[in-house]
């Protein structure tokens, strides 16, 4: 198995080489194959090898991961050789650019084990459901926030190189515009469906209806943060793109301590619920800080961009009762105390496409500039719709 970090670190090494040549398929296509060479091991092999054939199937993931993006770059015209070269170019900035970034993602480590710690001095119960939480709460962030930070980073990279500073500052604002447009109504519905979505993912069999009460409670508080935390992603990539990993890594060991605080004066009266909302508070503050200092530094990201935001969130305050109504009709719904059916799964996707709708409805009425740009996307249907709403943007 200590073959597997090496591959996947070779992995990662390549899909950065293929995101600044703006390739992204391969990259996105790797981990998927990681996966079947893990599921193929537990499925296929360990009935004969035992856990030999599960190691046997993760390191064929892990090589599949790596070899598929080596093939990328092979066809790229890329070409690699083994260097013991100490004196090979850019390798200096790199190495001094990734001390930094590796106390960063220390920072965030270390922010789920404060997390962690807290949570086990109140019951075993806490630090399972905050676990749930987490990965639910990080779906729609890796969906939204990891996607397109990862696709806008090479581009404002070579914008800054190049000194197109005010082409740095347009493509940041174009991207965090359709972000908060999409986190928002996110973390909106994220809040207001916990209960249903932990009944429909989870509640069977020793997950009961406490098990789905802890896990709903630490998922909406972890939902507030939602829309904080994706957009430290989108603005720490204006960071690296800029070659400063300084300062976001600063700003996330000072709010390691702000969570410690936080966690310590919430734990108490709100118990593992007030762990989440502790998370979801620094990454705001977090957010918050970032934004201004980058603002400072590079001026402001426009017009465009508070209009944007200023609209995304009038019509996620007119969604919210909406939201909250059809949430505790879809908890009498969903809950699966008579057995699942699947009549509980449709009416489950018809909530949320109704929910998504309704959402859309509202930024429509209120003339926020994102409705166009998702519908004219839209496949088979947009180019039928766009000469509905166009008028609408043309007044």
Known sequence: LLLS?????????????????????LSAFAPVFYNIGIVVGA??????????GLAAGVIAGAVMHASIQAVGLWRGGMRLRFS????????????????????????????????????????????????????????????LALSLSTVIFPLMARQYETGSIAEM????????????????????????FRVSIVQMLFEVGSFDQESTRLVSEALGYFAIGLGGTAVIEAITRAYYAMQDTRTPVTVAVVSVGVNVVLSALLVGPMGH???????????????????????????????????????????ALLFSPLAFWMGDVMVVATDPSDGRSVSAYLLFGYGLITAVAAFFAIAFALGAPEVPAIIRRLPVVGHRLMPLIAPRYDE
């Open 84 to 143: 013991l070269d100490r004196h090979v170019p850019g390798l200096a900035t790199v190495l001094q650019l990734m001390g930094p970034r590796i106390l960063g993602q220390a920072a965030f480590q270390v922010n789920f084990i404060v997390l962690t710690n807290f949570a086990s001095r109140i019951g075993d119960n806490s630090v399972s459901a905050l676990n749930y939480a987490f990965q639910l709460f990080m779906l729609p962030y890796g969906v």
């Open 273 to 315: 619920g007030g762990l989440a909302l502790a998370i979801s508070i620094t990454a705001t503050l977090e957010m918050l800080v970032l934004a201004a200092i980058l603002r400072r530094r590079i001026g402001s990201f426009g017009r465009t961009l508070s209009t944007s935001v200023v609209r995304t969130l009038g019509a």
């Open 169 to 192: 500052k347009r493509t940041l604002g174009d991207a965090l515009g359709p972000l908060i447009f999409l986190t928002l109504p996110a973390a909106v519905g994220l809040y207001c």
């Open 43 to 52: 499925v296929v092999l360990a009935p004969t090898w035992g856990v030999y």
């Open 5 to 25: 970090p090496l591959l996947l670190g070779l992995g990662a090494a390549f899909k950065g080489m293929l995101e600044a040549q703006d390739q992204f398929a």
